[in-house]
């Protein structure tokens, strides 16, 4: 029986960034099938062996050859109702598929990689809620840790033990850490390691690259620009250009316009931020050489180097992107996996700039919410269990996205279809141009219309 596999951070370009595009695999005929890639191959627990038995992904039996359309006559409705409520009926703009075309299904349950929409179609779940979910959905242990802490109430707005157990935690796997602050959001924590930057500096101009995205921070939506001495121009409405012109947009993957940028404004660049390996133009790796430049030439100029591993932390390795390219970050800015799907962002580094913060210092930060018991306890469970087995879980990962990404891109060049692969670990993007891709530009000569159709026929199968 063939394989058939889906999408996954795939360039597609939106009105103001390329962002990658999610996707799933319709699977027809296998009701009562479940499966999870990551449970299969470390059955400890009872519970985890039960479920590994019960483990039907990637089997011939499960899936379909050729899908008629499927019903999503309830999702359709579901997404009417939405629309009177939330503009577009999302509560974050790519889910209404606006980008790729089609009709987002409402979902309703998933479990391990599948994932199940309102109309009872099953998909296979190569987006996992965007990254967080590396253990699958509903993993036991992520289970199990919520339940219980639910129990003892969902908030205190004062301290609990289980802030310093994960902060143990993620400063174990990444030591430059020495300090942290765990908030709710990846924007909250690009957004505060950049005012600290700041601060530490008593400078204000940022340095950001083309087709990275760091969440939604005023200062940081620059839609990108072209010349190195070119200030950003904003890429919202509702950004003024005083805040987004202190924002300059680089080239990814060029040295020589980040020494331009410094020789151009001497004594005024607070920081450089980048995607150690991009995401949020499709996946491009950083070029050899490359995150070591850029931290030689921060340090020679008395900027800081805010690595944003958002996407990428607990992900290309258990160290992240820092660990797999020995980086030596200020501020390194994490979300997604710390928080095992509930909603937690961390920024952290190196002590003398972390304990500016207040009550020690004068640069301000808080959240009611920060540091919440709930995501506190999802987050321990995730990060543990990748502690514990990093040594199946991340070659198991990187197999299965080699086998993945390869096995597609082997069938377009059958096909004839001019496609460029950009992988690192489970990262990566079909890009439909011949290539090759190294920064914002060249993703953009991605076609965008064809990968729309690629991803619509493959909810389709
Ligand atoms: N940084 C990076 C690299 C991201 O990929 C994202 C979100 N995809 C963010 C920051 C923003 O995180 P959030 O959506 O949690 O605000």
Redo the contacts with the bound molecule.
């Keep these: 029986m063939a394989r058939r596999f889906g999408s996954a951070m795939i360039s597609k370009t939106d009105s103001t960034r390329l962002i990658y595009a999610i996707g799933y695999i319709r699977v027809k005929g296998c009701k009562g099938q479940d499966g999870d890639s990551f449970s299969q191959f470390v059955p400890e627990s009872a519970m985890e062996r039960e479920r590994a038995q019960r483990s039907g992904l990637y089997t011939g039996a499960t899936m379909s050859t050729h899908g008629d359309t499927p019903n999503r006559s309830r999702s359709k409705a579901m997404q009417e109702r939405a629309e009177r409520y939330f503009p577009g009926g999302v509560n ?1 703009p790519v889910r209404a598929f606006r980008a790729v075309g089609g009709e987002p299904p409402f979902v309703e349950r998933a479990d391990g990689a599948w994932l199940t929409d309102a109309d009872g179609n099953r998909y296979i779940d190569y987006f996992g809620s ?2 967080p979910m590396i253990l699958g959905h509903a993993f036991p242990p992520v289970v199990e840790a919520i339940e219980r802490t639910a129990r003892n109430s969902a908030s205190f707005g004062a301290s609990t033990a289980a802030e310093a157990d994960l902060a143990e935690r993620v400063s174990a796997c990444y030591p430059v850490l020495e300090k942290m602050r765990f908030v709710s ?6 957004m505060s390691a950049i005012r600290l930057a700041r601060a530490a500096t008593g400078r204000k101009v940022i340095v950001k690259f083309e087709g ?5 921070a005023d200062g940081l939506l620059v839609k990108a620009g072209s010349g190195v001495a070119t200030f950003g121009i904003p890429g919202s409405a509702g950004v003024p250009e005083e805040i987004a012109g202190l924002t300059l947009a680089l080239p990814y993957n060029d040295l020589a316009a980040v020494e331009a940028a410094f020789a151009v404004h001497p004594g005024a660049i607070a920081a450089v931020i980048l ?1 150690p390996v991009v ?2 133009a499709g996946c491009i790796a950083p070029a050899d050489g490359y995150l070591g430049g850029l931290r030689a030439i921060t340090a020679r100029e008395g900027a800081l180097l805010i690595v ?4 990428t932390g607990f992900r290309v390795a258990l160290g992240g992107a820092c660990e797999r390219y020995g980086i030596d970050a200020d501020l390194v ?1 994490l ?2 996996i710390v928080g095992g799907g509930l ?1 937690v ?1 961390v920024f952290g580094g190196k002590r003398q700039f972390m304990d500016m913060l207040a009550p020690l210092g004068p640069v301000y930060q808080a959240g009611t919410l920060s540091g919440n018991p709930l995501a506190m306890a999802a987050g321990i469970a995730t990060v543990r269990y990748l502690q514990e087995h990093a040594e199946p879980v991340y070659p198991q990962l990187e197999a299965t996205a080699q086998a993945v990404f390869e096995g597609v891109a082997a069938e377009a060049a059958k096909a004839g279809v001019a496609m460029t692969l950009n992988r690192v670990g489970s990262m990566g993007t079909w890009f439909f141009t011949p290539g090759p891709v190294r920064n914002y530009d060249e993703a953009a000569t991605s076609d965008t219309e064809r990968f729309g159709r690629f991803h619509r026929a493959m909810l389709e199968r």
């Excluded at 990275?212 to 939604?216: D, Q, W």
């Excluded at 944003?308 to 996407?311: A, I, W």
């Design positions: 974050s965007w990254g959001s990846g924007t909250e924590a690009t990275c995205y760091h969440g939604h995607e995401g949020n944003d591993e958002v996407m800015t979300g997604k909603p962002g």
